[in-house]
């Protein structure tokens, strides 16, 4: 299986702040990457897709980029709604497979 | 407007089944994959099973390989978990999400989930 590891586990800031959080592959999944929001109580939300497409709706201050094992995801002006937990997931092959979740919470 | 409507969670022994079912509305369902994930109380996020559109390719986790059946019917657009053998730790809210293309083939991504449906495996 593809083990999918997001650092940090956590982080506080500020809004405003620039956010980046990263996912690390066990084995190369090329582009193969989607990015997860998901808030206390809610149903996750797609926010990006093969690495760096922006699902439909999703604010501009998400990217996304990388590529075979090493992904980021980057919220440029972190803003109230942001607050939340934020999951990658590899799509290249079966399992699929989660990271662990970043949570961003307010400092 | 899309939407899946999770339903059938409970509270059940060890060793009990369940059915869940999600009811599909808002789109052209026998076009669309589907996926169950779930979540543990204060876990992250596991993908359990998948459905290509026409009913004919499925995956599964094998945590539950042998144990879950995920089906569908496209006449009622409904999607269906059977659950059987359950284990304490198979207790997590369940979501049924919609996969965007028809076949299950790499990069695809979940862009529509439902609310989720809550089951409890315990004596």
């Known amino acids: 299986d593809i083990q999918m590891t997001q650092s940090p586990s956590s982080l506080s800031a500020s809004a405003g702040d620039r956010v980046t959080i990263t996912c690390r592959a066990s084995?190369?999944?090329?582009?193969?990457l989607n990015w997860y929001q998901q808030k206390p109580g809610i149903a996750p939300k797609l926010l990006i897709y093969r690495t760096s497409t922006l699902q439909s709706g999703v604010p501009s201050r998400f990217s996304g980029s990388g590529s075979g094992t090493y992904f980021t995801l980057t919220i440029s002006s972190l803003q109230p709604e942001d607050f939340a937990t934020y999951y990658c997931?590899?799509?290249?092959?079966?399992?699929?497979?989660f990271g662990g979740g970043t949570k961003v919470d307010i400092k | 407007d899309v939407q899946l409507v999770e339903s059938g969670g409970d509270r059940v022994q060890p060793g009990g089944s369940l059915k869940l079912s999600c009811a599909a509305s808002?789109?052209?369902?026998?076009?669309?994959?589907m996926n169950w994930v779930r979540q543990a109380p204060g876990g992250g996020l596991e993908w359990v099973s998948s459905?290509?559109?026409?009913?004919?390719?499925?995956y599964y986790a094998d945590s539950v390989k042998g144990r879950f059946t995920i089906s569908r019917d496209n006449s009622q657009n409904t999607l269906y978990l059977q659950m059987n053998s359950l284990r304490v730790e198979d207790t997590a809210v369940y979501y049924c999400a919609r996969v965007e293309s028809r076949d299950l083939l790499p990069g695809t991504r979940s862009d529509y989930w439902g609310q989720g449906t809550l089951v409890t495996v315990s004596s």
């Open positions: 084995q190369n999944i090329y582009n193969y």
């Open positions: 808002g789109f052209t369902f026998r076009t669309f994959a």
């Open positions: 459905l290509s559109g026409g009913g004919g390719t499925t």
């Open positions: 997931q590899q799509s290249y092959t079966t399992p699929l497979t």
